[in-house]
């Protein structure tokens, strides 16, 4: 794998990142960035992306604090110094709100007072500017795999189970192989199963906000996607809820949606 460095200074910071030029595949975590120094929070997206990773961004604590309520990810690099509701203050709601994402805090300052601050108002990991990618991305991948030997990692409804780390799906005990994009979706859907989840949040998810797709694009992949999780199988799972979205079904049907 080759590596450059990339040095950024801005007013207040110098950042020195480690910049992978080559695009590792096979981990499609999701990763939520939540920083203010647009150049800082390019460079994390960027190479959080070359790393595999699926990268969400926020330039400000509240619209961070939105985006980790709404969506699921799977960790949070969170910057202390934030306009409008700062890195402490944004976690602290969060944890009050009983998402357990895991969160890495980034900080310029490197004092003991911030790390037991961050950690008492629940972080679970600390890095401090300026940092290696290499070290970002270890920390991530080890706050992540935490939390999940916490549990089994798996994620189920109804009788259909997927794995987010393996990326593997079963209903019924079957194995079906399905494709990355489909995988997204499902996991969205699973994720709030019995819920509607609408049409621009779930493009979102799959695409990024970043990879604009046209409006047929969606219904194509849950087409694709009912051919194997929901076709073989007498009930239905995949229900669309008219002029709205699309939601996992629990039970055979719910009240507003159709299978189809
Ligand atoms: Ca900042």
Known sequence: MKWRYVEIKSSDQQVNLLVSKS?????????????????MLE????????????????????????????????????????PRLDG????????ARSRTTPVLMLTARDTEDDMIRGFDVGADDYLTKPFSFPELVARLKSITRRL?????????????????????????RDSIDITRLEFRLLECLLRRAGQCVTRQALTEQVWGAEHPVGPTALDVLVNSLRAKIDAPYPSKRIGTVRGSG???????????????
């Open 23 to 39: 695009s590792a595949k096979g981990s499609t975590m999701r990763i939520l960035v939540i920083e203010d120094e647009s150049r």
């Open 43 to 82: 460079l994390l997206r960027k190479g959080l992306y070359e790393h595999g990773f699926t990268v969400m961004t926020a330039a400000d604590g509240e619209s961070g604090l939105e985006i980790a309520t709404v969506y699921e990810c799977d960790a949070i690099v969170l910057d202390i110094g934030l």
């Open 88 to 95: 402490y203050a944004l976690l602290q709601a969060l944890r």
């Open 148 to 172: 999940r030997e916490k549990g089994d990692g798996m994620i189920k409804a109804a009788d259909v189970a997927i794995d987010p780390i393996r990326h593997t799906v079963t209903r019924a």
């Open 246 to 260: 699309y939601m996992f079904l629990l039970s055979a049907m719910a009240p507003g949606s159709e299978s189809r």
